[in-house]
């Protein structure tokens, strides 16, 4: 299966998402960013590019899909019609060469189902059209889940800040991607694009469409 196939879309976020991002921000981290804080992300902050990722109901008349590397030109850009609920978001903040993710979550009831993996794809193809030439993120050290969801996405780390959190006082791993044009992480992508294609079946699709 394509990905242009996937009753998926991801978009830039709009304030009109807000309030199904509020709801998946609170059930996802102990320290959650207020509401003002995505507004003034986008209508202030010109550094920040933000996606969300809802599924569309099926469509069948409508017109074939370039293929996937043409698809995420293809799925930022689509008009906001036939949206669902919001299963997911993220962004990043484009500092000169350099993307550094700010967030990234899955509504609890859709996560291991490749979601994550699709809006990470999304948005380090995102960050290198738009010229950045790695990513960098902060993880709270407890947070296995999303480290290993950055590992298999070639995130290493390079180092770590103490008590980044203000809640417990946790430190923060700091991780960046090789160099995106370096054609091992091209490889690395691709394949791990194939490898999510194959996994997100019909079936699996079915699935999250009946989810809610
Ligand atoms: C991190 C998060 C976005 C992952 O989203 P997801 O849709 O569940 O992840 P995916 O199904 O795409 O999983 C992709 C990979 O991530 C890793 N992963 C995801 N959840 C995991 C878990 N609970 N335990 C271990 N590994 C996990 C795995 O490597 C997985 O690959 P695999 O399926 O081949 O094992 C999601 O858990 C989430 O929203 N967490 C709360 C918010 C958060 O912590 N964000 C990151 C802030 S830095």
Do not use: C
């Not at 921000?25 to 969300?52: C, G, I, K, M």
């Amino acid at each position: 299966m394509d990905l242009a196939d996937l009753p998926l879309v991801i978009q830039p976020l709009q304030l009109a998402h807000l309030p199904a991002v509020m709801e998946i921000e609170r059930e996802s981290f102990s320290l959650p960013w207020p509401e003002r804080a995505y507004q003034h992300e986008l209508t202030h902050n010109d550094l920040a590019h933000y996606y969300v990722l809802y599924h569309r109901s099926f469509t069948p008349s409508l017109a074939p899909m370039p293929a996937w590397q043409r698809l995420w030109q293809v799925m930022v850009r689509r008009p906001a019609a036939e949206a669902g609920p919001v299963l997911g978001y993220g962004g990043f903040w484009l500092l000169y060469d350099e993307a550094h993710i700010s967030t990234l979550a899955v509504r609890v009831t859709h996560r291991r189902q490749g979601l994550g993996e699709l809006l990470l794809i999304a948005m380090l193809g995102e960050a290198q059209r738009l010229g950045a030439s790695r990513a960098t993120l902060e993880v709270r050290v407890s947070n296995v889940a999303a480290q290993a969801l950055y590992t298999k996405y070639g995130f290493k780390q390079v180092g770590q800040r103490k008590a980044y959190y203000s809640d417990n006082r946790e430190d923060a791993l700091l991780l960046t991607t090789p160099e995106f044009a370096s054609l091992a992480f091209q490889d690395l992508i691709s394949a791990r694009r194939r490898d999510l294609m194959g996994r997100m079946s019909q079936t699996l699709l079915d699935k999250i469409l009946q989810m809610h």
